[in-house]
């Protein structure tokens, strides 16, 4: 059967997706498209939810240097690089370079700071608060901020900068910098808010949006500005 040759090959069959929050709704919708390529080549998933502390990182990396799962793939931030590179077994890292050997795959954060801040030249901004920082580990994503800093320093537009903790947009940053959030849907919500009013001839109308698929969200609007989320 399947298990007696896994064991007599010393192969599982499993391979672990290190996440850092399932409730992130870009790790959901990645998640399910690797489990499903996975299955297809005959392995099954195992899902390890790190929740961003790096005890857990290394405690699933651990698993795999004990013939536990037959590859990884880490989209984790916690844990150092030093944890993965003794490894001498499949690793694939997601926008985290974890040194010479081992795979790294990521968008082109270059050109998604050079779209950005063109965007923004375009409709003659002056002054632009930018939310989140360069993370401090070695990632491909930080090149999309020396990208935006780089044309808007050209372009002599001022850009302050908000540090947040990863990920954080909650009520504790709205009470300090009165910055509100559309929710995980924020870009559907928005053009549909949009739409409504421009078909209403309102601006100052007061809409509930409604998200629904890869997850559903809430969000109550008003004169276009968002008062609340689920």
Request: aromatic share 10%; hydrophobic share 35%; charged share 25%.
């Amino acid at each position: 059967n399947e298990r007696a040759r896994n064991l007599s090959r010393k192969q599982t069959g499993i391979i672990g997706v290190l996440i850092p929050d399932f409730q992130t709704p870009f790790y959901a919708s990645f998640l399910r498209q690797v489990e499903m390529e996975l299955y297809n080549y005959g392995y099954r998933t195992m899902m390890c939810n790190t929740v961003k502390h790096s005890d857990r990182e290394a405690a699933y990396v651990e698993m795999l240097d004990r013939n536990m799962l037959d590859g990884l793939i880490t989209c984790a931030w916690s844990a150092e690089a030093e944890v993965y590179r003794h490894m001498d077994k499949p690793i694939v890292s997601m926008d985290h370079n974890l040194g010479e050997g081992i795979p790294l795959i990521h968008s082109d954060h270059k050109t998604g700071g050079r779209i950005a801040a063109e965007h923004l030249l375009e409709k003659g901004c002056k002054r632009v608060l930018q939310l989140g920082d360069y993370f401090p580990v070695y990632t491909p994503s930080n090149d999309r901020y020396r990208e935006f800093h780089r044309i808007m320093d050209e372009a002599g537009v001022e850009v302050r900068q908000l540090d947040l903790e990863w990920n954080r947009l909650d009520y504790e940053y709205y009470e300090k910098y009165k910055i509100r959030r559309y929710g995980f849907h924020g870009t559907s919500h928005r053009f549909v808010s949009g739409r409504c009013a421009e078909l209403l001839g309102r601006k100052d109308a007061k809409i509930i949006t409604c998200h629904l698929g890869n997850g559903s969200s809430l969000a109550a609007i008003a004169n276009g500005q968002v008062l609340d989320t689920s």
